[in-house]
């Protein structure tokens, strides 16, 4: 492919060879990347874009050419720093390392335009603005959660996404850098700097809100600032149709004196949502959130709003200790589907952020006919979300609730699917951790299952000789005994749980009852499965034992996966219906 690069090209330097470069770089990353292009370069960086081989999507692969180098060390620093964020403001970083004498780290490839480029073409539309500064406050409330002030965002650095999205695409001359940083910045762009920090100096909190403010005033205006703040006019002076809630937010964030700035990027955000409605911030928790959570009414209000533009509230499906799931209509798609959002008062933890997001990351991986499908994630007004496919059914506790014990035909498909879902997850080191009826969704006639809710999957990250991850989860009815007693789990853990959700769906109730997880768990280490025939004389001998091992106490006496558990009913049912009874059966059903 052509290396993009015409000599031309405004951003590679006179010095550099552009065919040169991109030659040495295909002969460098061969095996690891398939590269399209050379963007930019100079003599001591170069961005490619580049295709993941393995991912299938594009990549952005930023490299550093010179070794043993104050900018190496530099480099090296911000690729860690990058690392440390986890914000869709922030342009994100996948991975890094050295190749030879080269340093590199990929990124996301953002399709769109600079701020700079978009510009170029005119003043952006005040609704495009509104969602920029959106984006910014949110990134920077996030930033300096994390102690970061960025210190220089430029219009060449804020990236628009076709779906016009902001986001930062680097953080070199963020404060934890300042020590080893080169020189500031292009003195032309100084403007979008707040004065405190010019010169390298380290500045504050509000000097990123003052650089916010000069962003969104180069795109309502098309100009850029004046360098001196005194000498700024109201953005409406220059654009009539700015509205005079821009004019006070970017006139106040913009002063020369810190002290007369907002504070904080919270305090802006709450300035600015105080009249846009629907253009909500993501900045922490409202209390407007999380004391109208528990008020039906008023947190239906809230939801509403917050929802926007984008969703249509229709129902609620389901309530847990950790969040709601409701049926909405997509607006832009025109389809509905179902959101799951976590409770208001848990976005405050960190670490049940990273679990959320985690959680939509990994069930977004899983593609299967059995498995619910993740479309997307997001949020906005101190509430979080993600989307998924809406399956038009029950799930398994609601079924059997309203027609008892299932026929045993019924029972064998849904194990038969739940299994190939099974196999398909653990082949790609994910376990369910929480197999229960209600994350078994079943669309009728066809008695066709989806698995939902990998609200406990986690990637298995031990090797099989250590055993598994660790974890005391799971439903106490279901989970298997480790999970109870805090051991390591596996897709054995799985495999137990689905044998006892077949087992309840015979019975028409949990095979060990309900209660604390310290009776659940002495009734299991008992040892003793409930009598199935005595309640179910339809039920085979052949399919009992592939149950009851697949529900074995320990882990070494079940089945070691899903590929040999579904071997071993297949050939089970395959012996029973070949029999006597199963020719009976087929004849003259099981009345």
């Avoid at 999507?57 to 911000?78: G, I």
């Avoid at 795109?219 to 006019?233: D, F, L, M, R």
């Avoid at 949502?273 to 009414?297: I, K, N």
Wanted: aromatic share 8%.
């Amino acid at each position: 492919m052509d290396p993009s690069a015409t000599p031309a090209n405004p951003q590679i330097a006179e010095a550099i060879d552009p065919a040169r470069l991109f030659q040495r770089a295909e002969e460098v990353f061969a095996g690891r990347f398939i590269l399209e292009r050379l963007v930019a370069a100079d003599t001591v960086r170069a961005l490619f874009v580049a295709r993941h081989p393995v991912l299938r999507r594009r990549v952005a692969l930023r490299v550093h050419l010179q070794p043993d180098t104050a900018a190496r060390t530099w480099f090296e620093r911000e690729t860690v720093l990058l690392a440390q964020v986890d914000h869709p403001g922030i342009r994100p970083i996948y991975s890094g390392g050295y190749r030879g004498d080269w340093a590199y780290r990929i990124t996301k490839w953002i399709d769109g335009e600079s701020l700079h480029d978009a510009v170029a073409r005119g003043p952006r539309p005040i609704p495009a603005v509104l969602q920029m500064a959106r984006d910014l406050i949110s990134a920077l409330d996030y930033a300096h959660g994390k102690n970061i002030i960025i210190r220089r965002i430029v219009p060449t650095a804020l990236m628009l996404t076709g779906a016009g999205r902001a986001i930062i695409t680097d953080l070199r001359w963020a404060n934890p850098l300042l020590d080893i940083a080169g020189p500031d910045i292009d003195p032309a762009l100084e403007t979008f700097l707040a004065p405190e920090t010019r010169g390298g100096r380290p500045g504050e909190y509000s000097s990123d809100l003052y650089t916010a403010a000069a962003l969104l005033y180069f795109a309502v205006t098309g100009i850029a600032p004046p360098s001196n703040p005194v000498e700024i006019q109201p953005p409406s002076t220059l654009r009539a149709s700015c509205p005079r809630l821009l004019d006070r937010v970017i006139l106040r964030a913009i002063q020369l004196e810190g002290e007369r700035r907002y504070q904080t990027a919270e305090e802006m955000g709450d300035d600015l949502l105080s009249e846009l409605g629907d253009y909500d911030f993501h900045t922490g928790v409202p209390p407007s959130a999380a004391a109208s959570a528990d008020d039906p009414v008023a947190w239906e209000k809230f939801l509403r709003r917050a929802l926007g533009e984008e969703y249509e509230l229709l129902s609620l499906l389901g309530d847990g200790a950790f969040g709601r799931v409701y049926r909405v209509r997509d607006l832009s798609l025109e389809r509905e589907v179902a959101l799951k959002i976590l409770h208001p008062f848990l976005t405050s933890d960190p670490a049940v952020l990273e679990r959320f997001r985690r959680e939509a990351q990994l069930a977004a991986q899983v593609r299967h006919p059995h498995i619910v499908d993740v479309f997307d994630y997001g949020g906005r007004a101190g509430l979080l979300w993600y989307t998924m496919a809406y399956i038009r059914g029950e799930n398994l506790a609601q079924l059997i609730e309203r027609l008892g014990p299932l026929e045993l035909e019924q029972v064998v498909r849904l194990l038969e699917q739940s299994l190939s879902a099974l196999e398909h997850a653990h082949a790609r080191g994910l376990v369910h951790r929480d197999l229960k009826p209600e994350n078994l969704l079943v669309e009728l006639p066809d008695w066709n299952l989806q698995i939902t809710d990998f609200g406990l999957a986690v990637a298995m990250e031990t090797v099989r000789g250590e055993g598994g991850t660790p974890s005391r989860s799971g439903t106490p009815a279901f989970a298997a005994p480790e999970q109870l007693l805090g051991e390591p789990v596996d897709e054995r853990s799985d495999l137990y749980s689905l044998s006892i959700v077949a087992l309840y769906a015979l019975l028409g109730r949990s095979p060990f009852g309900s209660g604390p997880i310290e009776v659940i768990l002495a009734r299991q280490t008992s040892g003793q499965l409930p009598d199935v025939q005595a309640f179910r004389d339809d039920v085979p001998n052949e399919l009992l034992r592939v149950l009851v091992r697949g529900a074995a106490q320990h882990p070494a006496d079940r089945y070691p996966n899903a590929t040999a558990y579904a071997a071993a009913l297949t050939k089970a049912l395959r012996r029973w219906r070949g029999g006597p009874l199963g020719r009976l059966r087929a004849l003259f059903g099981r009345h």
